[in-house]
């Protein structure tokens, strides 16, 4: 990567992190987002290896604060995680070209922005009913394989889901998504490395201003605010990258 993109790479990346943590994910999506505005963008297996690696350590420090905080349910995570673990891998082992990578991208952002953008509401109550496992298991292994390709770790897609089906609470759908995207982003990880090695740009800085802003979003989303603001100002961001790649693709 041109050091010259650090200047505001650097600075961008600890604030995704943070906002990201705070709701309870890694931040991989927005990471993606970010890369993708960057005239010399990494290749696909070097975009996504990064973005799981930052996803890695943001969702670990975000389900460790929510998990500390009470808000962690091990039966309500367990059959996406099961189902999801040896999908990502797969999802990890398959590789696409340029132009299928960047399509699959920007639909994956394009949802990102429509789960974070979209309140719902009536959601606030303190039960929640068991997860369906006929329904649960074959989401979350479709979720898994995205997440693999992609390199997203899957929680955009799982917390909507979660909360329409009240199947959790809000602050149960965070700690949930982060456990998901922690083990996806692990998974995918593996997949990689087995098919030809983790591919990484000069991305140390990234991984450092990632790292600084996920412990103090994670520490702030389980303890302090609800985020409905910065989900909003989040998607604005994730819609413009998915034009982006679009339109590009269209060129």
């Known amino acids: 990567m041109d050091p ?6 650097v600075p961008s990346f600890f604030v995704v992190s943070l906002l990201y943590a705070s709701i309870g ?5 927005g990471y993606l987002a970010l890369l993708s505005f960057s005239p010399a963008a990494l290749a696909p297996d070097q975009m996504a290896t990064t973005a799981l690696t930052l996803n890695l350590i943001v969702a670990g420090m975000g389900w460790l604060a929510f998990a500390r905080a009470g808000h962690f349910v091990g039966r309500l ?4 995680l099961a189902a999801s673990v040896p999908a990502a891998f797969v999802g990890g082992l398959m590789p696409v070209s340029v132009r299928l990578y ?8 394009g949802v990102a922005a429509i789960r974070l953008a979209v309140t719902l509401r ?32 899957g929680g955009v897609f799982l917390g909507p889901l979660l909360l329409l089906l009240r199947w959790a ?9 982060a456990a998901f995207i922690l083990v996806n982003s692990a998974a995918g990880l593996g997949g990689r490395a087995v098919r030809s090695g983790l591919e990484y740009g000069s991305f140390a800085p990234l991984l450092a201003a990632a790292l600084i802003g996920g412990l103090f979003g994670a520490h702030l989303g389980a303890n302090h605010f609800s985020g409905r603001t910065i989900k909003r100002a989040l998607a604005v961001v994730l819609l413009v990258a998915a034009a982006k790649l679009l339109i590009t693709q269209g060129t």
Do not use: C, Y
């Open 122 to 153: 009536g959601r606030d109550e303190d039960r929640a009913v068991k997860p369906n496992l006929a329904l649960a298991l074959p989401v979350g292994g479709g979720i898994g394989w995205l997440s693999g390709v992609v390199g997203v770790g």
């Open 4 to 9: 010259m993109l650090l200047w505001w790479l």
């Open 25 to 29: 994910h890694g931040g991989a999506s």
């Open 102 to 109: 960047q399509v699959l991208l920007a639909i994956a952002l």
């Open 169 to 177: 609470t809000p602050k149960q759908t965070a700690a949930a998504s």
């Open 77 to 80: 995570a367990w059959p996406f």
